[in-house]
């Protein structure tokens, strides 16, 4: 592995913990920076960034919620757990 790759793997596994609030500023930011790009590269690489922080953001909010569903699915099909089968 070279010192680059590691340093992107290492600052991968720390962006990736940040708070949710963190990767919604850095999306916000990303979309400013992107109304104001100028080439094709810029704003699909820009693009690329808000879509990857908002799905980082989005993930960190799911898991940190007590009780969250491990999928949306369980969410639509659990019964309320005042409900008892049968009555």
């Given at each position: 592995?070279?010192?680059a790759d590691f340093g992107?793997?290492?600052?991968?596994?720390?962006?990736e913990r940040r708070?949710?609030?963190?990767?919604?500023?850095?999306?916000?930011r990303a979309?400013?920076?992107?109304?104001?790009?100028?080439t094709a590269w810029s704003k699909e690489y820009?693009?690329?960034a808000v879509v990857r922080h908002?799905?980082?953001a989005?993930?960190?909010?799911r898991t940190s919620e007590p009780d969250a569903?491990?999928?949306p699915q369980e969410n639509e099909t659990a019964a309320p757990s005042s409900e008892t089968p049968g009555q």
């Open positions: 592995m070279a010192v992107n793997a290492v600052g991968v596994a720390v962006l708070s949710a609030a963190y990767h919604r500023a850095a999306a916000a979309r400013r920076l992107r109304a104001e790009a100028t820009l693009t690329d908002e799905q980082i989005t993930e960190i909010e569903p491990a999928t």
